[in-house]
């Protein structure tokens, strides 16, 4: 849970969150936490691991795509 936590802070201190950072943290919070549920089972809460990890897969496969988080992000043109 702590990871979690601490993602949703760093999301909310930084003006430019690392992608990485974020979605890394989420996913092992999710991970962690899946562990968890699946000893002791809490069919509600695993499903919404299960979301919130999916999530954090797709920001992952997202980043990894546009490239190195020091890179901007490039604006279509007007």
Known sequence: MACII???AYLTWKDDPN???LH???LVGAALLTVSL???TN???LVLEGFWAAIAIWGLIKAMRRG????PRKEPPR
């Open 43 to 45: 069919w509600p809460s």
């Open 68 to 71: 190195s988080p020091a890179q």
């Open 38 to 40: 699946v000893v002791h």
């Open 19 to 21: 992608p990485f950072v």
């Open 24 to 26: 890394g943290t989420n």
């Open 6 to 8: 601490a993602a949703y």
